[in-house]
């Protein structure tokens, strides 16, 4: 069984930076591929960004230059960080996992998601 939690979310400044943690449990010794989605109230939820097994990272268009996703592989986390926040950046970010090998950008491609955590940018 994996679990995923998520931490590091909360209010911020416009232009101001988080940075979100995903820490997993379960098998350890086994790797994922690991991303990030958000969901904005009243919208569906989008991609964010990938990493895969390898180190291999994609990410959304309207993320790219500002977001970096990392991992930690002896700790089974990956990290968020999120540069030059926006209004729009606003929703609660949730983490997932998968086992493939690649990065996937569709949320039907994870198997195990963490519960979210909300982040807030104001104007």
């Known amino acids: 069984q994996v679990q995923l939690a998520e931490s590091g979310g909360g209010l911020v400044q416009a232009g101001g930076s988080l940075r979100l943690s995903c820490a997993r449990s379960g098998i350890i010794f086994r790797l994922y591929d690991r991303g990030w989605f958000r969901q904005a109230p009243g919208k569906e939820r989008e991609f964010v960004a990938a990493?895969?097994?390898?180190?291999?990272?994609v990410y959304a268009d309207s993320v790219k230059g500002r977001f970096t996703i990392s991992r930690e592989n002896a700790k089974s986390t990956v990290y968020l960080q999120m540069n030059s926040l926006k209004p729009e950046d606003t929703g609660v970010y949730y983490c997932?996992?998968?086992?493939?090998?690649?990065?996937?950008?569709?949320?039907?491609?994870?198997?195990?998601w963490g519960q979210g955590t909300q982040v807030t940018v104001s104007s």
């Open positions: 990493i895969s097994t390898g180190g291999s990272t």
């Open positions: 997932a996992a998968r086992s493939g090998g690649a990065s996937a950008t569709r949320s039907y491609q994870y198997d195990y």
